[in-house]
């Protein structure tokens, strides 16, 4: 497992211990079991810079809000929402507020059902639970007993998990590069792709048809998504909708609340509960 940390820890240091037999196990990766989980809690601005792992990585908190950069996207996990990460796919992440972090990885030969590309989970309750009861266990917990049961269940219901459209594609080049740049920084710019293409000196026709090669979508539905997921970290910091709506351009709450109810079928007001 490659771990190359910088502002902090995300998966704490892996304390070396001994099997059944005597052999001493000194990687995740060691571990004969078809998963593990760590649990703690990492405080906002902590960041992991980019790495990879051989198991599969579910990143999971139970509270608080994260952003995982991977395969050209950022993808935002508040809570009830997990990533999941395929083994040996490069990732960095950013705390965007305090979280209680469980971060589940599954072995190689435990795959099977799961996607082979990153996305975001949603975490029902029963998911959430398994989760708290298995963080518990043992690294060598009892495969034909109970544990082993349930870890088994615990699988069968990550495998069956729905996704959510909770990422951002990242443009890499050009300069949609620059309009996504500024966007980030400033998501109420209401400028039309005429107005950038003026500024760029291009055409509009160029700017929307790299949008859609880059990312797999229209420029408005670019923007629009780019709002939602800072939406997302903004009601996570318990700011009033009003603002919310206000501070990302929409020209009412109610017009703010329905794009929101829209893309997650719930308002922005009963989301984290």
């Not at 796919?89 to 965007?96: D, E, F, L, P």
């Not at 009892?142 to 544990?147: H, K, L």
């Not at 160029?206 to 998504?225: E, P, S, V």
């Not at 206000?246 to 308002?267: C, E, H, I, P, R």
């Amino acid at each position: 497992m490659t771990n190359n940390n910088a502002k902090g820890t995300l998966v704490s240091n892996f304390v070396p211990f001994h099997d059944e037999t005597g052999a001493e196990i000194t990687r995740l990766e060691d571990i004969p079991r078809d998963l593990t989980i760590r649990e703690g809690v990492r405080h906002a601005g902590t960041e992991a810079t980019p790495h990879s792992h051989a198991w599969g990585q579910l990143l999971y908190a139970s509270s608080g809000i994260m952003q995982a950069m991977a395969q050209g996207s950022i993808w935002v996990i508040p809570p009830q929402r997990a990533v999941w990460i395929p083994p040996h796919v490069v990732h960095s992440i950013k705390v965007v507020h305090t979280v209680t972090m469980r971060n589940m990885y599954v072995a190689p030969h435990a795959l099977q059902g799961l996607p082979d590309h990153c996305q975001v989970m949603s975490v029902s309750p029963l998911l959430r639970e398994l989760i708290a009861e298995a963080v518990t266990y043992p690294a060598l917990f009892d495969v034909e007993g109970a544990q082993g049961r349930l870890v088994r269940v615990l699988l069968d219901q990550l495998k069956a998990a729905p996704s959510s459209s909770l990422h951002l594609p990242v443009p890499e080049t050009g300069p949609i590069q620059h309009i996504a740049e500024h966007l980030k920084t400033d998501p109420a710019d209401d400028s039309t792709l005429e107005d950038w293409a003026d500024r760029l000196g291009t055409t509009t026709r160029t700017l929307a048809r790299n949008f859609k090669k880059q990312t797999d979508m229209t420029f408005g539905q670019w923007r629009q998504q780019a709002r939602l997921l800072e939406a997302l970290s903004r009601l996570a910091a318990n700011q009033p909708v009003a603002h919310i709506a206000q501070d990302l351009g929409y020209s009412s709450q109610s017009a703010f609340s329905a794009m929101f109810k829209k893309a997650l079928g719930v308002t922005p007001g009963q989301f984290f509960k």
